[in-house]
Structures are given as structure tokens and as C-alpha cells.
């Protein structure tokens, strides 16, 4: 289907006192504010019926700021829609018309099943051409968006040359037997038009949602309550070979939020998760997306390593609250940062603040705001030497010292440029 979306937006208009200030200068005191009724274009599949309710599967970039939404059927028939739900980390949102008509539903097929090569049909509305149809092949499947972009990266993609456009985002993408294999999202171009390189959610991606949104009037994600990375050579040296870890997969815990389910089952910074229930953890973007898809409330078994050792923890994922919430408990989240080894390229990277060449510990990488650790006011480049009164000799010996205990405080000794300061950090 077609939708049509009117977004309002606010601006100011300037106010002159004469043609001339218009081109030379801007009016004190700013202008009256207006509201703009600024068009959209999108496409949008039918999924579901219940009584005269129908609903729609669609890009949250499509409909999610919209004031009114407009669906218009291949037949020219159109229809008020509401907007039932947004999933911003996946791309995706549902809206919702009513009507005792007629209204032919789309069949989902299983992403799953997808080859590279298989043929592919891409419908949609690009430019305002309503119900194109373009034909091309799966390019690549399990493509990822750069963490960081504007893109949702709470998802894989597929990859395909089938003509996507504007006005294609949010339309079918379908394989040879007319089932629903994707939901096109995005297009890499230099232009903003085809370059035979476009990208869609798979389906299998967005039957939970879908069932969400219709059920709960929202997409519920698990959360664990950890800041994760990947233990990795180029950003974190050492960190495997000190910490005893596998040379490949798995998840470093750097930090954990006080109070979370990760803190109650008893995971702690520094631990390293590779496995949950049956599932091996490739990276930190796995364990991100095995966590945020368990059922909250259902409990599930972490399999990490600490000290060498290998520890089971079973806890019961809880509800993803939104980013803003998650942001705004920041105070509780321990320590705070992100520490790592002294290495030669690290001494080579802070020539300037001229290292000693036997120097012992571990140098803060990142300071979170707002946590215990940017309130105790440390710094990017300082070197933790000792905790409490036991010398700091890699992250081993860090997260083993701020862990292994029930202490409330660390008194921390830290180089500082040249300068070596007492910092009390508070748990």
C-alpha cells in the first residue's frame, strides 16, 4: 500500500521592518512562531485483520513523527490510519485503519530460507509511482548498519539490486511465490536514488514485533542490565591474553548497572560471557541481540569466565526501558569506565605525557557521565596504580581488586601527567 503522512513542524518566521533588513541583517527579537504542514511518502504492507481493524507494517521512519496518516490501496481506496506503535531500534512501526471493506492481507514467507542469488520482487510507491515493482536478486544476506549511523542496528539486513527508491521504504520485498520476505528500509547512495545497492529488514525480524504491537501496543525488549564490548586487539590490547579469555567470541563486561538482573544473578565487571542457554556468543552485538530477544520475566543461564574459571549464572531478563530512562540511571552503573593495559602503542599514542617505561597499571580509556566514576572525576589518560593497598598491574588485577570485596570505597592511586593524586571512588 501507499501511505501518506503529514508531518507538522514548528519554525520561526523573521520579522522585518523593512524589505532591506531582510538581506542584510536579522530582526531583534526574533519572529512569530509557525507550524508547517510538511508532506511524506512511504509503503507499507498489510499484515493482519482483526474485526474491521487492519493493520499495516511499515518503517518507523515513515510514519513515527507523522500528525496524519493516509493509506491508499493499489484500487485508489483510501483510509484515516493511526499510528499503534513504533520499534525505532529495528526500523520498524505498525499502524492501524478500520474498515468493513474487503482488504486482500499479504502473505509472510521465512526469511530464514533466503539464499544468496534467490530471485527478489521489491514493491512500493517510489516517487509517488504507486505499486511499482522492481525485480532483482538477493545480494548478500546478514548485512549489519555501523553502530553509531542513523540507521537501526538492532537488526540484520538483506542486501539486494531490485530498484529501491524514495517512497519504497517500508513496501514489501517478496520472493518468487508472492511471500513477504523483508520490509525494504534503505538504500546506500551517493544521489539519495538507486545504485543497486538496497536493504531490508528481514521478515522474520518483525513477526515479534508485529505480534507486539498488536497485543501490547508495544515491542518489548530484555535487558540485562550490562555495558558490553568486544575484547578486541586493536582497542583493548592484552585484555584476552591477561584476562585468560579465548582468542575468539564471547562479550566483555565492562560495566553493570546496580540493582539490574545481571547484578542480582552475581555478574560483575570484568566477567566475559560466551554463552547463553545453548546459545555460543559470537560478539557483543550477539549477546545484544540474544538478550534483547528473550521473553522478560523468563529466566536464562549465562555461562561467563572470571579468573580463569568457568561460572554459571541464571537470572530472569527484565523489560528495556527507552534509551532517555536507561540514560538518566546512569549513577548507577559501575564503575563507570572503561580501563585498559599499558602497551607500547599505548606509550606511543601518549608520547607526550611521557610514561615511564616500567610503569604498572591500568589507563582509563572512557569516563560515562554521570557515574560514580566521572563524580570521582577521572580523566582519559589517567594510569590506576593501586587500589586500596594492592598494586594494579593489567585489568586482571583492576577489575579483580573492585570486585573481589563488599568495600562501599576505593581509594585509588593515580598518575596524572606527572603528577600521582588520590582518588576515593564510591560504589
Given at each position: 500500500?501507499?501511505?501518506?503522512?503529514?508531518?507538522?513542524?514548528?519554525?520561526?518566521?523573521?520579522?522585518?521592518?523593512?524589505?532591506?533588513?531582510?538581506?542584510?541583517?536579522?530582526?531583534?527579537?526574533?519572529?512569530?512562531?509557525?507550524?508547517?504542514?510538511?508532506?511524506?511518502?512511504?509503503?507499507?504492507?498489510?499484515v493482519r485483520?482483526?474485526g474491521?481493524?487492519?493493520?499495516?507494517l511499515?518503517?518507523?521512519?515513515?510514519?513515527?513523527?507523522?500528525?496524519?496518516?493516509?493509506?491508499?490501496?493499489?484500487?485508489?481506496?483510501?483510509?484515516?490510519?493511526?499510528?499503534?506503535?513504533?520499534?525505532?531500534?529495528?526500523?520498524?512501526?505498525?499502524?492501524?485503519?478500520?474498515?468493513?471493506?474487503?482488504?486482500?492481507?499479504?502473505?509472510?514467507?521465512?526469511?530464514d530460507?533466503?539464499?544468496?542469488?534467490?530471485?527478489?520482487?521489491?514493491?512500493g510507491?517510489?516517487?509517488?509511482?504507486?505499486?511499482?515493482?522492481?525485480?532483482?536478486?538477493?545480494?548478500?544476506?546478514?548485512?549489519?548498519?555501523?553502530?553509531?549511523?542513523?540507521?537501526?542496528?538492532?537488526?540484520?539486513?538483506?542486501?539486494?539490486?531490485?530498484?529501491?527508491?524514495?517512497g519504497?521504504?517500508?513496501?514489501?520485498?517478496?520472493?518468487?511465490?508472492?511471500?513477504?520476505?523483508?520490509?525494504?528500509?534503505?538504500?546506500?547512495?551517493?544521489?539519495?536514488?538507486?545504485?543497486?545497492?538496497?536493504?531490508?529488514?528481514?521478515?522474520?525480524?518483525?513477526?515479534?514485533?508485529?505480534?507486539?504491537?498488536?497485543?501490547?501496543?508495544?515491542?518489548?525488549?530484555g535487558?540485562l542490565?550490562?555495558?558490553?564490548?568486544?575484547?578486541?586487539e586493536?582497542?583493548?590490547?592484552?585484555?584476552?591474553?591477561?584476562?585468560?579469555?579465548?582468542?575468539?567470541?564471547?562479550?566483555?563486561?565492562?560495566?553493570?548497572?546496580?540493582?539490574?538482573?545481571?547484578?542480582?544473578?552475581?555478574?560483575?565487571?570484568?566477567?566475559?560471557?560466551?554463552?547463553?542457554?545453548?546459545?555460543?556468543?559470537?560478539?557483543?552485538?550477539?549477546?545484544?541481540?540474544?538478550?534483547?530477544?528473550?521473553?522478560?520475566?523468563?529466566p536464562?543461564?549465562?555461562e561467563?569466565?572470571?579468573?580463569?574459571?568457568?561460572?554459571?549464572?541464571?537470572?530472569?531478563?527484565?523489560?528495556?526501558?527507552?534509551?532517555?530512562?536507561?540514560t538518566?540511571?546512569?549513577?548507577?552503573?559501575?564503575?563507570?569506565?572503561?580501563?585498559?593495559?599499558?602497551?607500547?602503542?599505548?606509550?606511543?599514542?601518549?608520547?607526550?605525557?611521557?610514561?615511564?617505561?616500567?610503569?604498572?597499571?591500568?589507563?582509563?580509556?572512557?569516563?560515562?557521565?554521570?557515574?560514580?566514576?566521572?563524580?570521582?572525576?577521572?580523566?582519559?589518560?589517567?594510569?590506576?596504580?593501586?587500589?586500596?593497598?594492592?598494586?594494579?598491574?593489567?585489568?586482571?588485577?583492576?577489575?579483580?581488586?573492585?570486585?573481589?570485596?563488599?568495600?562501599k570505597?576505593?581509594?585509588?592511586?593515580?598518575?596524572?601527567?606527572?603528577?600521582?593524586?588520590?582518588?576515593?571512588?564510591?560504589?
Amino acid at each position: 500500500v501507499q501511505i501518506n503522512t503529514i508531518d507538522v513542524v514548528k519554525g520561526q518566521v523573521p520579522q522585518t521592518q523593512s524589505p532591506w533588513d531582510f538581506f542584510f541583517q536579522p530582526s531583534p527579537g526574533g519572529g512569530e512562531e509557525r507550524e508547517y504542514r510538511q508532506p511524506g511518502l512511504g509503503s507499507g504492507v498489510l499484515v493482519r485483520r482483526q474485526g474491521d481493524k487492519v493493520y499495516v507494517l511499515t518503517n518507523n521512519h515513515v510514519v513515527g513523527e507523522a500528525e496524519e496518516i493516509m493509506v491508499q490501496l493499489y484500487d485508489d481506496r483510501q483510509f484515516e490510519a493511526k499510528l499503534v506503535g513504533t520499534d525505532p531500534r529495528r526500523d520498524l512501526a505498525v499502524i492501524v485503519f478500520e474498515t468493513k471493506e474487503e482488504i486482500p492481507l499479504a502473505l509472510l514467507g521465512d526469511s530464514d530460507k533466503l539464499q544468496v542469488g534467490d530471485l527478489v520482487l521489491a514493491v512500493g510507491n517510489p516517487f509517488g509511482f504507486e505499486s511499482t515493482i522492481t525485480s532483482g536478486i538477493v545480494s548478500a544476506l546478514g548485512r549489519k548498519a555501523d553502530q553509531g549511523s542513523f540507521l537501526a542496528t538492532f537488526t540484520d539486513y538483506i542486501q539486494t539490486d531490485a530498484a529501491i527508491n524514495p517512497g519504497n521504504s517500508g513496501g514489501a520485498l517478496v520472493n518468487l511465490y508472492g511471500e513477504v520476505v523483508g520490509i525494504n528500509t534503505w538504500i546506500a547512495s551517493r544521489t539519495g536514488s538507486y545504485a543497486g545497492l538496497g536493504f531490508a529488514v528481514p521478515i522474520n525480524n518483525a513477526k515479534q514485533d508485529i505480534e507486539d504491537f498488536i497485543t501490547k501496543g508495544r515491542v518489548e525488549y530484555g535487558w540485562l542490565g550490562v555495558q558490553i564490548g568486544d575484547a578486541g586487539e586493536q582497542l583493548y590490547p592484552l585484555l584476552r591474553k591477561n584476562m585468560d579469555l579465548p582468542e575468539t567470541g564471547g562479550a566483555f563486561v565492562f560495566n553493570i548497572f546496580k540493582g539490574s538482573p545481571a547484578q542480582k544473578a552475581g555478574i560483575r565487571p570484568g566477567d566475559f560471557i560466551f554463552q547463553v542457554n545453548d546459545v555460543s556468543i559470537e560478539d557483543a552485538d550477539h549477546l545484544t541481540h540474544v538478550v534483547g530477544n528473550m521473553p522478560p520475566g523468563d529466566p536464562s543461564s549465562f555461562e561467563v569466565i572470571r579468573d580463569s574459571n568457568k561460572l554459571t549464572f541464571t537470572t530472569k531478563i527484565a523489560i528495556r526501558q527507552e534509551d532517555k530512562e536507561i540514560t538518566a540511571q546512569s549513577k548507577n552503573l559501575w564503575p563507570g569506565m572503561y580501563v585498559g593495559n599499558i602497551t607500547d602503542e599505548v606509550r606511543k599514542a601518549l608520547s607526550e605525557s611521557k610514561l615511564p617505561a616500567n610503569l604498572k597499571g591500568v589507563i582509563v580509556r572512557y569516563v560515562l557521565e554521570g557515574t560514580p566514576a566521572a563524580i570521582a572525576d577521572f580523566k582519559p589518560g589517567d594510569v590506576i596504580k593501586k587500589i586500596n593497598d594492592g598494586n594494579i598491574l593489567n585489568t586482571k588485577t583492576f577489575y579483580r581488586a573492585i570486585t573481589a570485596d563488599t568495600s562501599k570505597e576505593y581509594t585509588m592511586l593515580v598518575l596524572r601527567g606527572e603528577d600521582e593524586i588520590t582518588v576515593g571512588l564510591k560504589k
